[in-house]
């Protein structure tokens, strides 16, 4: 049995959740300067994952850099959902 796919669908599944309250987090207290936090991982991460010989550990580093890069978007779109009252607004920034 090959259990990698399930290894890699539950990592996925882990990071999706893991990076929602990041970018909520991330854009309360830093704004859109986390942007370059999203992007340096996601592209290092994008890089190890063409070095890595273990073919779970190059997806899952995949997975982790594609997360980071789709974060970027969504501390965009959550400056908009700020502004139209649905979450917060950090009053310290």
Known sequence: MNLEGLLVGAVA??????FHPLVLKGEYYFGR????VFLVAGLASLIAS???HS????????VLGFTCLWSIKEVF???KRVERGWYPKNPKR
Not at 33 to 36: A, H, L
Not at 55 to 62: E, L
């Open 13 to 18: 599944f882990f990071l999706i959740g893991l």
């Open 33 to 36: 300067k986390i942007c370059w």
């Open 50 to 52: 063409v070095f890595l």
């Open 55 to 62: 073919t779970a550990y190059s997806a899952i580093a995949a």
């Open 77 to 79: 779109e959550q400056e």
